[in-house]
C-alpha cells in the first residue's frame, strides 16, 4: 500500500478548501442577485403606491421564479391602518392561492415587514422573506415607531421562515425620501 507524503496531502487539502471557498463566494453572488429583479418591482410598486397617496411600501409573491401576485399600501386610501402592503398580499393570495403554492413561495416586500405582517406571514406559511430597507433604517427615516426585526417574530415560532435583507437598502430607501415628518419638523 501507498502512503502519500503529508506535504501532498497538505498540499490537496489547502485546493480543496480553496476550490470550495471560491464556490461558495459564487452561490453567494448568485443568491444575492437572483433577488434584484424582485425587489426592483418592490420600489416600483412602493413609488406607486406613494403617488395614490399611500404609505411608501410594496410586497410580492414568487412562486418558482415567477411572480404570482403583487399589492401596494393602502392605508390612506382605505381608512384601514391594517392595509400594509404584506397584509394585502396575504389576505388576497390566502383566497387565491392553495396552502401548498403558499408553502413553496417567497415573500419580497420593499421594506423589512412589521410585527403586524410577519405574524401574517408566519401564519400563511411562506417559508421565505426577502426585504430591501431595514426596520432600523426605516426607523430612522420616519423618526421613529414599532421596529422590532421581523426575524425576532418568526424565532418565536415553531416554523423555520427564512429571512434575507436588507438588499439594495440604497435604492429602497429612496421612495421613502422626504416622505416622513419627523416630529421636530412640524410646526
Known amino acids: 500500500m501507498y502512503t502519500y507524503p503529508s506535504s501532498f496531502i497538505s498540499s490537496l487539502c ?5 476550490l470550495f471557498a471560491l464556490s461558495l463566494q459564487g452561490f453567494a ?14 420600489f ?14 410594496g410586497a410580492l409573491l414568487v412562486y418558482r421564479g415567477t411572480v404570482i401576485l403583487t399589492a401596494e399600501n393602502l392605508v390612506n386610501t382605505s381608512l384601514d391602518v391594517t392595509a400594509h402592503a404584506e397584509m394585502e398580499l396575504i389576505r388576497q393570495a390566502s383566497k387565491r392561492f392553495p396552502e401548498e403554492i403558499l408553502k413553496q413561495s417567497t415573500l419580497y416586500a420593499s421594506t423589512e415587514p412589521c410585527a403586524m405582517c410577519s405574524g401574517a406571514i408566519y401564519w400563511a406559511g411562506i417559508p421565505q422573506v426577502v426585504f430591501g430597507c431595514s426596520a432600523q433604517t426605516l426607523e430612522q427615516l420616519a423618526g421613529g415607531g414599532l421596529a422590532i426585526f421581523s426575524d425576532e417574530i418568526f424565532k418565536r415560532g ?21 416622505f416622513w415628518k419627523h ?3 412640524s410646526a
Open 158 to 178: 415553531k416554523r423555520t421562515i427564512r429571512v434575507n435583507g436588507p438588499f439594495y437598502e440604497e435604492e429602497a430607501v429612496r421612495v421613502h425620501e422626504g
Open 183 to 185: 416630529p421636530s419638523q
Open 14 to 18: 489547502l485546493k480543496v478548501m480553496f
Open 29 to 42: 453572488a448568485d443568491c444575492f442577485e437572483k433577488h434584484q429583479p424582485f425587489l426592483d418591482k418592490t
Open 44 to 57: 416600483q410598486l412602493a413609488r406607486s403606491a406613494r403617488q395614490k397617496g399611500n404609505h411608501p411600501f
